[in-house]
């Protein structure tokens, strides 16, 4: 973390008063003429405020054009300037984390008028719903007993290598991890779908989050209307009740529709 | 760091986090949000490893010896009744994970251990393991 501290090294010889460049440090874009939540504050403090231009603007802070973010602090402030928005019910497109214009031209020139009509179908999407980040994840010895059990090959090789030490079955090992992670596949499909159709009548859009590990099953992030979000919970509560003893399933949200900004 | 406990109904199955902790910052909002050409300017060390190790595929003769490996852990046919939390408690112990995991263990200390506030999981869900939260860099 003191790298930080020398990699910010000063700017070149200069016999001008120190002034550090600032420049806009970028959050999201709103609709033109939405107001703010008061004393909103991000990255360093400074105080969040909109540059609009057309139907749409920018939620930007000043910030030093030399102290690129990148600390826990500045990632932590991006989401909850981006969160308070959700909050306060005010529809945003979130822009990437580290996202700097240099000043109010550049953000106009380059940033709302070129999206101009991107973002504002975006805004339409957004109105009223909000992201739900669903991961399950299977209780890895209960399937993986269930896959042993339901294939007598995977059985027989298991028996096999589990009698000889690792060193020996190296072949018989890479073979069985392959039956099994075939299998696991199989399961992970018939599972899957069978979550899909629970969240189906709830989602507006759905994405599907990349996931890799042996108890991986499904890491999607749902649209939901803001009015079909109780419901929605309640019937995951259903599905998370009757599938408990082989999977868990965790729900994050309702957050800014980060995963969907490419979605319409 | 309002942690919430969000059970609001039914039993409690569904877990419930509020979305406040680090590890769950990162993955909702590392790499995600509308793009602006040649603007992003993210300096620190730690989350560019961070992003740069999750494109990190694992080699697939890895992946299928962690499955061989975690199902010849399984003792439930021959030892009968034991208790399957305590099978899923030994699987996280002496895993594969450990072997893949730790470049990325690093780098996620690295970002996480300046506080004691990441901490957002307060149910024993099966441990993270962050090498194998493979993330996709789609059209990065």
Redesign the interface.
């Known amino acids: 973390m003191t790298r930080l501290a020398t990699a910010t090294a000063g700017p070149s010889i200069t016999d001008q008063t120190p002034v550090p460049p600032t420049g806009y440090y970028v959050y999201g874009m709103v609709r033109a003429g939405v107001r703010l939540p008061d004393n909103l504050v991000g990255i360093d403090g400074a105080r969040v405020h909109t540059i609009e231009h057309g139907d749409i603007g920018a939620v930007v802070a000043e910030i030093s054009l030399e102290r690129p973010p990148g600390r826990r602090s500045e990632l932590l402030a991006h989401g909850a300037v981006l969160d308070t928005l959700l909050v306060h019910g005010v529809a945003v497109v979130p822009v990437q984390f580290g996202s700097f214009l240099a000043d109010d031209a550049t953000v106009v020139e380059d940033l709302l008028e070129p999206s101009a009509s991107h973002v504002a179908q975006l805004l339409d999407e957004f109105t009223g719903r909000a992201q739900y980040n669903l991961r399950a994840t299977y209780h890895e010895s209960v399937v993986l007993a269930e896959i042993v059990a339901a294939d007598p090959d995977i059985s027989a090789l298991r028996d096999l290598t589990r009698a000889l030490p690792e060193e020996a079955a190296y072949a018989e090992r890479v073979h069985l991890g392959e039956m099994v992670a075939r299998a696991l596949d199989d399961k992970r499909r018939l599972d899957a779908s069978l979550l899909h159709r629970a969240i189906e009548p709830f989602a507006a859009a759905s994405v599907e989050r990349a996931g890799s590990g042996t108890d991986h099953l499904l890491d999607v992030a749902v649209l939901v209307a803001d009015d079909a979000s109780g419901e929605f919970e309640v019937r995951l509560e259903e599905v998370a009740e009757s599938v408990h003893e082989r999977i868990h399933l965790r729900l994050l949200g309702p957050l800014v529709p980060y995963d969907f900004v490419g979605a319409f | 760091m309002t942690v919430q406990q969000t059970h609001?109904?039914?039993?409690?199955?569904?877990?419930?986090?509020a979305?406040s902790g680090?590890a769950?910052?990162?993955?909702?909002?590392?790499?995600?949000?509308?793009?602006?050409d040649a603007?992003?300017?993210?300096?620190?060390?730690?989350?560019?490893l961070l992003t740069v190790d999750a494109r990190i595929?694992?080699a697939s003769?890895d992946?299928?010896?962690?499955?061989?490996?975690?199902?010849?852990r399984?003792d439930?046919?021959e030892q009968g009744g034991k208790d399957?939390g305590e099978?899923?408690g030994?699987?996280q112990e002496g895993g594969a994970?450990k072997k893949t995991s730790g470049a990325i263990q690093g780098v996620k200390k690295?970002?996480?251990n300046?506080?004691d506030t990441s901490k957002d999981d307060d149910r024993p869900?099966?441990a993270k393991?962050p090498a194998?939260?493979?993330?996709?860099s789609e059209?990065a």
Not at chain 2, 24 to 36: A, Q, S
Not at chain 2, 132 to 136: D, G, I, K, N, T
């Open positions: 609001r109904r039914g039993g409690g199955y569904l877990e419930r986090p979305p680090l769950d910052v990162i993955e909702v909002i590392l790499d995600k949000g509308i793009v602006i603007y992003v300017r993210v300096s620190l060390v730690g989350i560019e595929v694992i003769v992946t299928y010896l962690r499955f061989a490996e975690a199902t010849n399984l439930l046919f399957l099978f899923v030994d699987l994970s690295a970002l996480t300046d506080s869900r099966p393991r194998r939260r493979v993330r996709r059209d």
